[in-house]
């Protein structure tokens, strides 16, 4: 049966996209195939490894180390891409992200198991006198890897490409950072590739509205995905949220009480690190704000959701 994700997979090919009923993988022989899957079955995602028969049917999906998703409208978990090293989040002094754009990117990593990496493009650019830019410091506490870069007006991405060499990596962040500036960057041929993308899907021009995996030959890969303007989480319980801030969450067992909401209970070792310095008072803040933003998400109950 096609789409099943089950370990009896013999890989043959890697997944670049896929969308509607209809994907495109690439084979161990470089060769770019399309196939189809049912829609009942499990979608295959960007970065899965999976069966194709000689005639590229879906036979199968091998187990995902990860996923790297979003909340969709409605507040449930949409995945984007799978089996990720890291997720590069970039960012930009223009278009300036929102205050928690940041935060909910690190948290979607963390809690995924993905290692985060934030990308400060557009350097040429001078950073806003406002959070994130003036709040770095929280990343270097938390042991996020900064790098900055610029695709103009000359290209300077050497720290990038050195945290890039060897993985599979997703590039996530809002629409108009520098993305694709990126991803033409870093891969010389990207013309030909969306090109020979292009000419297998059917789709006249190649458009960013699924994500993309693009091979980088002897170096991973990098996964582009579509613009978002706003990231949004989805509904999530309290524990879940609680792997995206591990910096808030290294205090939260030495509470005097065990519910502790860590907001005005005497005794709260939280607000003691945040006072102390221990925890950035930015970091304890957006915890706060994505905390109650699950209460409007409907979040907090149950068990495990995604
Ligand atoms: N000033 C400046 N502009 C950049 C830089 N990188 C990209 N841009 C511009 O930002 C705009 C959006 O870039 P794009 O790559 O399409 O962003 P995406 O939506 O994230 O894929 C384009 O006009 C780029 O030319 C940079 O380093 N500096
Ligand atoms: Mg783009
Ligand atoms: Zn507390």
Redesign the pocket.
């Known amino acids: 049966m096609g789409g099943r994700v089950t370990a009896s997979v013999d890989v043959n090919a890697l997944v670049v996209e896929a969308y509607a009923n209809r994907g495109v993988a690439v084979r161990q022989d470089g060769r770019l195939a399309p196939f189809h899957f049912p829609r009942k079955l499990v979608r295959p995602l960007p970065g899965d490894h999976i069966e194709l028969s000689s005639d590229d049917r879906l036979l199968g999906i091998a187990p995902r180390r990860n996923e790297f998703g979003r909340g969709d409208p409605k507040g449930r978990f949409r995945p984007v891409a799978a089996n990720l090293d890291q997720a590069v989040i ?1 960012i ?1 002094a ?1 278009p300036a992200p929102s205050p928690d754009l940041l935060h909910r990117y690190l948290a979607a990593a963390l809690i995924a198991g993905i290692r985060p990496i934030v990308v400060i ?5 001078p950073l806003p006198d406002q959070p994130p830019f003036n709040e770095l410091d929280a990343l270097d506490a938390l042991g996020v890897v900064t790098v900055r ?5 000359i ?2 991405i050497d720290r990038l490409e050195t945290q890039l060499a060897g993985k599979t990596s997703l ?1 996530a ?12 960057a870093l891969i010389p041929d990207l013309d030909a590739q969306t090109g020979a993308l292009s000419a297998v899907t059917g789709k006249g021009r190649h458009t ?1 509205t699924s994500a993309t995996l693009h091979p980088r030959p002897g170096q991973g890969a990098v996964i ?1 995905s579509p ?1 978002v303007w706003e990231y949004g989480l989805w509904a999530m319980p309290i524990e879940q949220l609680m792997l995206g801030f591990p910096d808030v969450q290294a205090h939260a067992n030495d509470c005097r009480f065990r519910n502790c909401s860590h907001d005005h209970e005497p005794g709260c070792a939280v607000r003691a690190a945040v006072d102390s310095g221990k925890i950035h008072p930015g970091r304890y803040q957006a915890w706060r704000r994505l905390l109650a933003e699950q209460k409007r998400l409907g979040g907090l109950r149950g068990t495990l959701q995604r």
């Not at 870069?149 to 007006?153: A, E, G, L, Y």
């Open positions: 970039v930009a223009e493009n557009k350097d040429d650019l870069t610029r695709c103009k007006p290209i300077e590039l962040g809002q629409s108009g950072v520098g993305k694709t500036s990126l991803l033409n960013t582009d613009g």
